[in-house]
């Protein structure tokens, strides 16, 4: 069965965005040609979940095109958000089970990317429909900003690869392993 995939890039601090919703400090950070290349990940991909501030975000930031033109996408939002013309992109609500099946099924065998953010991709895990983390850690400190999973269970992994780049970032794959007791 396919995986729900939360790929992401993160501070040291465990933040994917500053307070304000910039990525300066992953944009100026020079990851090196020892990263996984985005495309390799990218061809894993059969669909993408996101949540509503996430969408906005992009929408925002890259006006002219939208980054996932070729697979489908669902929006979780309680929000009527405005779709670009001819997008493949569903706004959804409802039960993580139910919309984690739908984009599965969209996903046509290939895993699923939750694009993030933190508060959706943590809502998918307390509902057990989180399979894999792929963090890229950045070496700064921001202090403050989006957490990266702001879970209310603590989760366990089990590690697939960890890897120290030559910039001094780290890859971290793991599968989620446990949702345990509320925190
Ligand atoms: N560093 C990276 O690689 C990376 C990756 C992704 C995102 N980001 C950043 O992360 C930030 C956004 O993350 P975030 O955690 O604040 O927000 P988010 O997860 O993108 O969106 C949260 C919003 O989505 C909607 N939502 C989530 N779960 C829902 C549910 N079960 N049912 C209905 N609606 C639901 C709600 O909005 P409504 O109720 O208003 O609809 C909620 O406030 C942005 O700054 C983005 O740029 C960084």
């Known amino acids: 069965m396919a995986n729900l995939v939360y790929y992401v890039a993160a501070t040291l ?24 290349p985005y495309d390799e990940f990218y061809q894993t991909v059969g669909a993408v979940i996101m949540g509503a501030e996430t969408y906005s975000w992009i929408l925002e930031n ?16 309680h929000r009527s958000l405005s779709v670009p013309e001819g997008q493949n ?29 933190g508060k959706t ?6 509902a057990g429909e989180l399979q894999r983390l792929f963090v ?13 999973l702001p879970v209310s269970q ?7 690869n960890q890897r120290v780049l030559k910039s001094g970032a780290i890859e971290f794959i793991a599968d989620v392993k446990i949702v345990s007791e509320a925190i």
């Open 89 to 117: 992109i569903t706004r959804v609500q409802g039960e993580a089970v139910d919309i984690a099946a739908q984009a599965r099924e969209a996903a046509k065998g290939k895993d699923v990317w939750l694009v993030g953010g």
């Open 62 to 77: 890259s006006p002219e095109a939208w980054p996932y033109a070729d697979v489908p996408a669902f929006i979780v939002t």
């Open 154 to 160: 603590a989760l366990s992994f089990s590690t697939v």
């Open 121 to 126: 991709a943590a809502w998918f895990a307390e």
């Open 136 to 148: 890229t850690q950045i070496p700064v400190v921001i202090g403050a900003g989006i957490p990266l």
């Open 13 to 36: 601090d465990g933040y994917i965005a500053d307070q304000q919703h910039q990525l300066d400090w992953l944009m100026n950070f020079p990851l090196g040609d020892d990263a996984t």
